[in-house]
């Protein structure tokens, strides 16, 4: 790979510079926790994950292995073969469905003799290429620079330089160029985590000027049609494509339903299995955002062949983000597309759950009656008692529900609030005390 300078933001984790629709050589392994079949299944994505990245799949292959070899993953006489699969299909790069520590990257790029990308590299490419607001561009980069910093030797093509000490110099007499690198790309982290608490602390403001609206969060696996779904029940308009992480900038909507009064959709970025910690981490807050939400909608879709893995897998993600027991309600999604009787089975197995087509509008209706039954049918008023010196409680009251009336009285606030019983529950556990109405 070629020098680069790492003070550069915004460009993808193995290089902005190379021509569209490069051929990719797809490999995965099988053996270690995968049968042939699933491995095969996991190609499959990969092979969708590479096109969304800008990568044209010219091959793959599944691997067989007892055992991951410390140095290559695979054994070295497997890599040889691979290297000179991919060549002879012209591939520009050899991209891997498991994610490689460092050495192994920089070892089988030594043994194939093309780069080699890992599953990680690839989806914060994607979500590189994908990023529109100043929010999500800022937690990509901050999750590119934090993949980079363990791989910065294997990059950098000018590490036997030294830099010289003395006047014009830099401190350090004989320090490697390398650890400079190293320095600024701390540097710039740094930086970075500080601009996302600043914009953490203003989505905060924004999130209490929506007063006490119920509030519901689209969830699920990338490319399940979540988006087309906040199109049918908010009619907002958003761009949707037939593509893994089209949403990366979460949006949200006033959906109006007359009488009964109005709720907030939000609109979230797409799971997937194996999620980059480095991803998790930077888009935490966006993430947790889905947590103050009164119900998550899990979007699934039905007609996927691996609609129960990528169900299991949105489930590890929201456990992983705390969120195991938030209220939620499972939506099957594309049921036009799904064989009848795969659809009649599964009602029968879920009967809680809904099932629509964002496409046809078919379920959409129904799903828009027992949003307002669960949310807007649901709202009580009740009074409580909340400590002066526990200022955070009339916050969140002020946050999560409509507050009718104030009184201050012996130490303590008393409101009249209209809010769920979900909100009642949080500010009692808080330490709030419940008066009745």
């Known amino acids: 790979m070629t020098a680069r300078d790492p003070s550069l933001a915004g460009g993808p984790p193995f290089g902005a510079d190379r021509a569209p629709g490069l051929g990719a050589y797809l490999v995965a392994v099988s053996g270690i926790s995968l049968r042939q079949a699933e491995a095969e299944e996991h190609l499959d994505e990969l092979a969708a994950l590479a096109d969304t990245a800008g990568f044209e799949p010219v091959g793959r292959a599944v691997l067989g292995l007892r055992r991951p070899h410390p140095a290559t993953l695979v054994g070295r006489g497997q890599a040889e073969d691979l290297g000179v699969l991919a060549r002879a299909l012209e591939a520009g790069v050899i991209v891997v469905d498991e994610d490689l520590t460092p050495a192994q990257a920089r070892n089988l790029e030594k043994v194939t003799g093309l780069p080699v990308v890992d599953r990680a590299g690839l989806i914060i490419e994607i979500f590189a290429r994908h990023a529109r607001s100043r929010e999500a561009r800022t937690q990509v980069e901050m999750a590119r620079l934090e993949y980079l910093l363990p791989r910065l030797a294997g990059m950098w093509t000018h590490l036997s330089r030294q830099v010289g000490g003395g006047p014009g110099g830099t401190k350090g007499e004989g320090e490697k160029q390398i650890e400079l690198d190293r320095r600024i790309v701390r540097r710039r982290i740094d930086r970075l985590r500080r601009e996302l608490a600043r914009l953490d602390r203003g989505r905060a403001v924004r999130r209490r000027a929506r007063g006490a609206v119920p509030r519901v969060a689209l969830v699920g696996y990338t490319n399940v ?59 935490r807050s966006t993430f947790e955002e889905a947590g103050e939400a009164d119900l998550l909608l899990h979007v699934v879709d039905l007609a996927h062949p691996a609609a129960r893995e990528q169900l299991e897998a949105a489930e590890r993600v929201l456990d992983e983000m705390g969120l195991a027991d938030a209220p939620r309600l499972r939506v099957y999604n594309k049921i036009d597309l799904a064989p009848p009787l795969l659809v009649r089975r599964r009602r029968e197995i879920e009967p809680e759950a809904l099932f629509v087509s964002a496409r046809t509008g078919e379920g959409v209706e129904d799903l828009i009656e027992v949003l307002a039954d669960r949310l807007l049918g649901r709202q009580w008023i009740e009074r409580f008692a909340l400590p002066l010196e526990a200022p955070e409680l009339l916050a969140l009251a002020h946050r999560r529900a409509e507050i009718t009336r104030t009184e201050q009285r012996d130490g303590v606030v008393e409101v009249t609030l209209r809010a769920t019983d979900r909100v009642f529950r949080e500010l009692e556990r808080r330490g709030a005390e419940r008066l009745g109405r």
């Open 225 to 283: 049609g979540k988006s087309s779904l906040f199109n049918a029940i908010a009619d907002a308009g958003v761009r949707c494509e037939d593509r893994l992480f089209a949403t990366l900038d979460p949006v949200v909507r006033r959906v109006d339903l007359g009488r009964r009064g109005a709720l907030l959709l939000k609109d979230t970025v797409g799971f997937i299995r194996r999620l980059p910690h480095h991803l998790v981490a930077s888009f």
